[in-house]
């Protein structure tokens, strides 16, 4: 288990990043539109219906919210860690149906009490919480009966012959793969989903490797300071680029990956509050 010192540390690291990274994120979501891709990608895949309220946790300045917003009618919560995005995220999301919140989500109910959701879903951030058992209990406890806990996860660079393409880049660069790519791996993530959910449904979105999307999106501060830790942010983008560029004879079969999970809140009987009444 890990310490609280620990998991207080990587917590502070994690909003400091993602505090340097809010104008490169507008930037690559500008370029490529892909958080926001993503986003419908879950939401189709795990099912949110129209009208449905939504705690998105680690929502950053808000490109999940405001899709889930204009496309479905849905009512949605966002927490994150980072000020800045928080900060930015209410003007980019000036919708009466969308408060963003910064907050810990491990520590969700002291966001949002005793009001209860359809969905509670992770766009691409459970890899990053050091305690994902905690976060994933407090995301049981903040849905209804029936609603569901889902989840993207990191990519997998996959090879025409199945081969991880992180490690044979970092090969080629002459660079030690790092110890950690995240915080918390896939299979610790479904296994915590599964102790809260009992059955766990696996998705998939599998898009063709593109080096440019691979080096604006591992460009941005806190994606590259998980590949190349404990350099100054001008090191990292510089071995980002090359990193990527070597893999640019693998083009032609292969694929990113990004892997989705859900499970349903299916025992118990719900008598909390309606997410109406939500104040920033």
Known sequence: ?????FKDKVKRHVASNFDQSLLLYQAFEEKHHFFSALALKLAESVGVAERSAILDVGC??????????????????GVDLSPKMIAEGRSFCDRTGIH??????EKLSDVVGDRRFDFVLYNASIFIFPDVSQTIEEAYK???????????FYPQLIGEENEALFDVAFQRLG???????????YSDACAALKKSCGNVCHHR??????IEFLQDFFSIPAQSASLFPGRTYEVRRDLVKRLFATLGDMTGNASVIWR??????????????DTGGIRP
């Open 1 to 5: 288990m890990k310490s609280t010192g």
């Open 175 to 185: 660079e030690p793969l790092p110890r950690f790519l995240v915080i918390t791996d």
């Open 142 to 152: 903040c849905l209804r009966t029936g609603g569901k806990i889902a989840f993207s």
């Open 260 to 273: 989705m999970a859900e499970g349903i809140k299916a025992d118990g009987a719900d008598r909390s509050t």
């Open 205 to 210: 979105w599998v898009r063709p490797l593109n």
């Open 60 to 77: 950053g300045y808000g490109v999940s919210a405001k899709l889930l917003y204009e496309r479905l009618g849905c009512r949605v919560v």
């Open 100 to 105: 963003l919140f910064v907050g810990d989500g």
